[in-house]
């Protein structure tokens, strides 16, 4: 159905699935800050700002402000998401980059004993020989 003079008062079907989804994204942010210990995000500021009205919360009145609230939360969340992952490549990256290093002080090392193996053994045939 949709909304007419005669029936504003009742949900047409796109105001009822809009209010559904953003009121199951409200709670999913609610849970991860709970979950979390996230002390505040935008969709529990506005949240507080409202109170537990039932009402209130329903309206489709408020329905930019809750919007704005879950585009906030979110953008806070890939924000955070990106910077970890910047994070871990950069460790990454160092990690590799150790790896190297160490990698080439082996070799150096290997080589620096196979020459004074060398050394010693020639020293050793030069002792027997004497």
């Not at 969709?43 to 408020?62: C, K, M, N, P, Y």
């Not at 919007?67 to 979110?74: I, L, Q, Y």
């Amino acid at each position: 159905s949709c909304q007419t003079e005669s029936n504003c008062l009742v949900y047409c079907e796109s105001c009822h699935m809009s209010t559904k989804l953003m009121k199951r994204l409200v709670y999913m942010i609610v849970d991860e800050q709970r979950k979390y210990s996230i002390k505040e995000t935008h969709v529990s500021r506005f949240r507080e700002h409202l109170g537990e009205d039932v009402f209130g919360i329903t309206q489709w009145a408020v329905m930019s402000g809750w919007v704005e609230a879950v585009e906030e939360d979110f953008k806070w969340v890939a924000t955070m998401v990106t910077a970890a992952l910047k994070s871990c490549e950069e460790s990454r990256q160092a990690q590799e980059e150790q790896e190297h290093e160490h990698k080439n002080t082996v070799k150096s090392l290997t080589d620096h004993l196979v020459v004074i193996q060398s050394q010693l053994e020639a020293e050793k045939a030069q002792s027997t020989y004497l």
